[in-house]
């Protein structure tokens, strides 16, 4: 550890907002972080030390962060909403966090309207994305676009909402939470389509290399 990141440390546990067993910081974008401390003297940044792993005194923005739900069950929110710049209001967003994190728990599932169950099956982004990157490969350099333009392609329609049994009825009929679910979808088929369309071009262009040289 430097003598600055000592500093930083010492600072940081003298001043202190918590310490506990586990507190959670909930960001804006579905995520959780568990922490053992944090601190909020900074008006820009919460400064925390990780639940687990290292002691190293790390910083999020403030911006990123709704709240901070400590391990005494309550839960002090940071978002503050400008009603200057039409910013949802708190309920709306706390909404918006929870169809985000449902939409990760389902990330790699499809809803089966038969059984009303989610399944882990075939992901045709996937499978649509390495075959646009291998594609792709035929036009060599000039077709090193062809992943992004997959992902951007596929990342442009909005799922509905499922109606599935896990999700409660005033949930169903929330903005926020909807809105959420399919932003964390559409980002889920941004990424999916790119990452799978690098691996085919990959793929088309080593294979299309070999060949060339037998």
Not at 44 to 69: A, M, T
Not at 186 to 212: D, H, K, Y
Request: charge should be positive.
């Amino acid at each position: 550890m430097t003598l600055r990141h000592f500093i930083t440390s010492l600072i940081f546990l003298f001043s202190v907002t918590t310490l506990s067993a586990q507190d959670t910081l909930l960001l804006l974008n579905g995520k959780t972080k568990p922490v053992k401390l944090f601190n909020l003297n900074d008006p820009d940044w919460v400064r925390y030390v990780k639940l687990q792993g290292s002691s190293r005194v790390k910083k999020v923005d403030i911006y990123k962060v709704f709240s901070i739900k400590k391990a005494d069950g309550t839960e002090q929110v940071l978002y503050k909403p400008d009603s200057t710049s039409d910013d949802p209001d708190i309920p709306w967003v706390r909404d918006f966090i929870a169809g985000q994190q449902y939409g990760i728990l389902h990330k790699r599932e499809r809803f089966n309207k038969h059984d009303n169950k989610w399944h882990r099956r075939l992901n045709f982004t996937e499978v649509g994305g390495i075959a646009a990157g291998g594609a792709g490969s035929l036009l060599t350099f000039y077709g090193i676009p062809v992943p992004a333009i997959y992902a951007i392609a596929v990342g442009r329609h909005s799922p509905a909402l499922p109606n599935a049994p896990d999700i409660s009825p005033e949930m169903k009929n929330s903005e926020g939470f909807i809105s959420g679910y399919q932003k964390q979808r559409r980002n889920q088929r941004i990424r999916q389509g790119f990452i799978s369309g690098m691996i085919g071009f990959a793929v088309g262009i080593v294979t299309f290399t070999l060949i060339e040289r037998n």
